[in-house]
């Protein structure tokens, strides 16, 4: 039984977890509503509910900006990114946790050194790089900074969880013949999926909300993606809120989406880290 104690306990912490729900999803709840409002409902009565609930902000968004191609864009430059992260930062992990080498913990410590230093810091050289090597105003240099800045805490979160895994399931592997890259698809990754969804998280949510980059290094409007191409809706006199705050929506709605669907195994990653 639960003492009097533990109940207000528990009771306090239930209470800010429910706090900082409401503080956290609030200022979303806003984001949405004005999405259905004009101008006018927006500065007259901003936290109220809207008097109709119109499509015509949406229907303004389809029709007269290129909202879909740059959303489309980031889709790509999103997806390619966690793709190559996940790629190069399982098989650098891998090595690193399952192989035991002279310089292993000097490999690992180069990749845990990136995450010390911001990439936004050495902006001026990486540009002229990339412009050195025509990659100014392409998805691939885009791309290219994006697996720089994801390949260090993605080695790091998948070298913890992969030194926890028993080596007893590769060495029976080994024993029945299988060979090492078969043990390292077959066995050890698809064990190490909550990490791997972690990390896809993790430089996904970054990555799509990303608007400094794409800034720097893109400049055809073809090219640019949702958080830059958002600038488009707001004018040099007039901005119309609705609009912007239906972009906005839109813009938050997919990487919503893949944290609700991917939650389950993300918080299982966490606990299974936390235990181990």
Same mark, same amino acid.
């Given at each position: ?121 050495? =902006? ?44 007893? &399931?590769?060495?029976?592997?080994? =024993? ?24 896809? =998280? ?23 993606? &949702? ?50």
């Amino acid at each position: 039984m639960k003492t009097s104690n533990e109940w207000i306990k528990n009771g306090s912490i239930q209470a800010l977890l429910v706090l900082n729900a409401l503080l956290m999803l609030y200022p979303l709840l806003v984001m949405v509503l004005s999405a259905f409002k004009t101008n006018a409902e927006i500065f007259s009565s901003p936290f109220a509910l809207p008097h109709s609930f119109s499509t015509a902000n949406l229907q303004k968004v389809w029709d007269q900006t290129n909202f879909i191609r740059y959303m489309l864009n980031s889709f790509g430059v999103t997806l390619a990114s966690i793709a190559l992260i996940l790629v190069f930062g399982t098989m650098a992990a891998y090595a690193i946790a399952r192989y035991e080498f002279k310089l292993g913990g000097a490999v690992l410590m180069f990749f845990i050194s990136g995450m010390t230093v911001p990439l936004k810091l050495a =902006i001026i050289p990486l540009f002229i790089q990339l412009d050195a090597l025509h990659l100014v105003d392409t998805y691939a240099g885009l791309i290219l900074v994006y697996v720089a800045m994801g390949l260090p805490s993605a080695v790091f979160i998948l070298t913890g969880f992969l030194r926890t895994l028993p080596r007893e &399931l590769e060495e029976s592997a080994r =024993i029945d013949g299988a060979s090492e890259l078969l043990i390292m698809l077959r066995i050890m990754l698809p064990l190490a999926r909550p990490a791997m969804v972690i990390v896809a =998280i993790q430089n996904a949510v970054p990555i799509w909300n990303d608007f400094f980059f794409p800034l720097i290094l893109i400049t055809s409007d073809d090219l640019k993606t &949702l958080p830059q191409g958002l600038t488009v809706f707001i004018g040099e006199f007039t901005t119309d809120w609705g609009v912007m705050f239906t972009g906005l929506t839109l813009a938050a709605l997919p990487i919503t989406l893949l944290y609700i669907v991917l939650s389950k195994q993300f918080i299982a990653g966490i606990t299974q880290g936390a235990v181990k």
